[in-house]
């Protein structure tokens, strides 16, 4: 090789004197220290955190997962428990707008005031507001010939009933009854009381088979 370095063993291994490798060794050996094979004290931190944050998170669940059993958390339960509670209580108002928007709006109109000289207003109307019997009479059985409403006579169509009649009605429960005309009897101003589902029940018993109503005939009643 070239004479400007005649021993060196990188250059040719069989040049190289036990000098030149144990100084070669040595300028290898004192050399920096290698800081990477080091610990380092910020992964060591968090491997204690996730091991923390994962002993937390297997003992929370143990504590608070319910086994994962089914029941323990259901979504449907009622609160309160037992049977009786689970029943979903209905407010007469909400079920009376439904019953109301689906049957009466298309002759009583949404605002409740009717159509002039065919279909009389529930708004103010003194059969609306004033005895419990007669009006839910009118939505058992149905209506017809003239009726005064709001001192405006009304006879141009027929109220049906709403109960069960021979030969027809709508044939709503009781329930739906009391609550559309607890609605009816609370909206747009009126002050007529609730109606009790019980109330609707007895009349519907006391009048089994009858037809329409007139007017003359709802004025007998309390
Ligand atoms: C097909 C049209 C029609 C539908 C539907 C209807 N009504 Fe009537 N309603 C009438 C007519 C017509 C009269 C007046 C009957 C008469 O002239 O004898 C009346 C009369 C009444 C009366 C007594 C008079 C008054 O204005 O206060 C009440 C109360 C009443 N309806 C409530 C209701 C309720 C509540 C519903 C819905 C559950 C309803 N009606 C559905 C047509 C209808």
């Known amino acids: 090789m070239s004479a400007e370095m005649p021993n060196d063993p990188r250059l040719e291994q069989a040049a190289a004197t036990d000098e030149s490798l144990i100084s070669a060794h040595e300028k290898a050996a004192a050399g920096e220290p290698d800081t990477h094979a080091h610990y380092r004290l910020l992964p ?6 996730f091991s923390g944050l994962i002993f937390f998170g297997g003992t929370y669940l143990n504590r608070y997962s319910g086994h994962f059993h089914s029941e323990i958390f259901d979504e449907r339960q009622m609160p309160g428990g037992g049977a009786e509670a689970a ?35 529930l708004v103010g109307s003194e059969w609306v507001n004033g005895s419990e019997e007669r009006v839910i009479s009118i939505l058992l059985h149905g ?46 101003g009126n002050t007529g009381g609730p109606i009790a589902v019980a109330k609707v029940t007895e009349l519907r018993n006391k009048e089994a088979n009858r037809k329409e109503w007139t007017e003359a005939e709802l004025l007998q009643l309390p």
């Open 87 to 121: 029943v979903v209580q209905i407010d007469p108002v909400v079920l009376g707008r439904k019953q109301y928007a689906l049957a009466c709006i298309t002759c009583h109109q949404a605002n409740g005031q009717g159509v002039p000289n065919v279909y009389p207003p």
């Open 44 to 49: 060591l931190a968090l491997l204690f955190v």
């Open 143 to 188: 209506l017809k010939g003239p009726i005064t409403v709001e001192g405006k006579t009304y006879n141009a169509a027929v109220m049906p009933a709403f109960g069960q009649v021979p030969g027809g009605g709508y044939n709503w429960s009781d329930e739906k009854i009391a609550a559309v005309l607890t609605y009816v009897r609370q909206e747009w």
